[in-house]
């Protein structure tokens, strides 16, 4: 029987990060970006990773944490392994460090899945900002030409109301 471990799921994570995040950086085909953007703003599965994604980064924090403290026992416990014997080498020294190795590259990996999670947490915050802007701009141009347009089309009428003597111009001729 095989068992994850607390690790394969972070690596796991942060290789799925790093993925996102590449595909977010990478300069994609023209109309890709868009629609991958659209996709992340509109789709209810991706609101509901983004709501997950925040605790995420509490678990990794803490994981991060953690990671640390348990290389510094490590540190210290190779500390004390060298003044007991003399900075000689031996099997439970050896085994000590080993655990060491591993716990600091939990802190990098912990640190780096932070990292990438923050990053995409505050991208996604980004992207649902840039369409609420987006939308609002869309809304008020809407109004803007509607506005514009009434005030062309009185300042026409008007002059029609205004000069209904003036002969009719060669294009006015042709529509009639």
């Given at each position: 029987m095989y068992i994850i471990t607390i690790n394969q799921i972070t690596f796991g994570v942060a290789l799925l990060e790093l993925l996102v995040s590449v595909l977010f950086i990478?300069?994609?085909?023209?109309?890709?970006?868009p629609a991958l953007l659209r996709?992340?703003?509109?789709?209810p599965?991706?609101?509901?990773v983004m709501e997950y994604q925040k605790f995420i980064i509490f678990i990794v924090a803490l994981q991060w944490i953690y990671s640390i403290k348990i290389a510094a026992d490590y540190q210290e416990q190779h500390q004390i392994e060298r003044e007991t014997y003399f900075n000689a080498v031996n099997a439970r020294d050896l085994h000590?460090?080993?655990k060491k190795f591993a716990a600091e590259g939990d802190i990098y990996l912990n640190g780096t899945l932070l990292f990438v999670s923050v990053f995409i947490n505050r991208l996604f915050d980004l992207l649902q900002y840039y369409y609420q802007i987006?939308?609002?701009s869309e809304i008020e141009l809407k109004v803007n030409l509607s506005d514009d347009?009434?005030?062309i089309l009185d300042t026409i009428q008007k002059e029609q109301h205004d000069n209904p003597s003036q002969p009719k111009s060669k294009e006015q001729k042709k529509n009639d």
């Open positions: 990478a300069p994609l085909p023209k109309g890709w970006k996709f992340v703003e509109e789709s599965t991706m609101k509901k000590i460090l080993e987006k939308q609002l347009i009434k005030k």
